[in-house]
């Protein structure tokens, strides 16, 4: 079942057509440990901008690998774009998506700070 979320103001919501994850990914780099990031990667094709295009802006880091992506009112982070081996991927911030319970997910630690 799909699942949504958006950014804090409601500007940016996206949907992604599969089941919510029962996994996150948390990483120590200075990017996502600052933000707090709990994130779940899914290929491009199943995740859907439902509105907010126009209210994104850009930031790069590092290896310009992922493009984050911000809501220019709020500030939040809802999701980025980036590149697998497998092709176009989004990084979902599963702490934009109500019907996640945080508490429940089992996560994975990556040593980003490290890379």
């Given at each position: ?50 509105s ?12 310009h ?51």
């Amino acid at each position: 079942m799909a699942y949504t979320g958006s950014c804090h103001c409601g500007a940016v919501t996206f949907t992604v057509a599969a089941d919510a994850p029962a996994e996150a990914m948390t990483c120590n780099c200075s990017h996502c440990s600052r933000k707090g990031f709990m994130l779940t990667f899914v290929p491009a094709d199943q995740f859907t901008l439902e509105s907010g295009e126009d209210q994104l802006t850009d930031y790069l880091f590092y290896k310009h690998n992922i493009t984050h992506q911000f809501c220019k009112t709020c500030g939040t982070e809802a999701f980025a774009l980036g590149k697998t081996p497998n092709g176009p991927m989004r990084a979902v911030n599963l702490r934009c998506v109500p019907s996640v319970d945080i508490d429940a997910l089992s996560i994975q630690k990556v040593d980003g700070a490290s890379f």
